[in-house]
């Protein structure tokens, strides 16, 4: 594969479920990531159920643990909140990282719970390329045999222009994936 399509928030509600469903069926995407203690999941595990040759994988949902609003109209305030903000204040606790660990492993199960082999992982908001929380689920990757992650140059947090990595930070992301052998 040279392009992959992936769509996001599969399982958040019946609308995004049904956008996710006709962008498959009509061949504008080949993959999904299904949040699955959202309303919607057990359709979308039954449809990818239904249509193996639909990759699916899991869209880690960590906004309520961390109660965050990264969907703030100020980018600054989104940015500061996911960087060196709120998050990595109540991540610095080792009872929220703990939690955190937790809630990665649970949604790990609940997906497996559904049937479906896991391609892949990403997070809903890029929550899992926090510099606290990417090397803790790279561990959980490893302990799952889960061998493709998505990160990328820079985040969206539903703000225009998206948000740059610092460099040194991406590439200690991509060195650890290199030295796990996770894509």
Not at 88 to 113: A, G, Y
Not at 162 to 168: A, D, K, N, Q, R
């Amino acid at each position: 594969k040279y392009l992959i399509i992936n769509a996001d928030d599969f399982g958040l509600n019946q609308d995004v479920n049904e956008g996710v469903i006709m962008a498959f069926m009509s061949g504008a995407i080949s993959n999904a990531t299904i949040m699955v203690k959202r309303e919607a999941c057990k359709e979308a595990l039954s449809f990818a159920s239904e249509n193996r040759n639909f990759n699916v994988g899991l869209h880690l949902d960590l906004d309520d643990l961390l109660d965050c609003d990264l969907m703030s109209p100020e980018p600054d305030k989104a940015q500061a909140r996911f960087s060196s903000g709120r998050i990595s204040k109540l991540l610095k606790s080792s009872h929220v990282l703990k939690k955190l660990v937790d809630e990665m492993e649970d949604q790990i199960k609940l997906f497996k719970n559904g049937g479906l082999p896991l391609s892949h992982i990403d997070s809903h908001h890029h929550l899992h390329a926090h510099p606290l929380i990417f090397p803790r689920l790279v561990e959980i990757m490893i302990k799952h045999n889960i061998r493709s992650v998505r990160i990328s140059k820079t985040y969206d947090l539903v703000t225009y222009p998206p948000l740059v990595w610092e460099l040194s930070f991406y590439n200690k992301m991509r060195n650890l994936l290199l030295k796990s052998s996770i894509k």
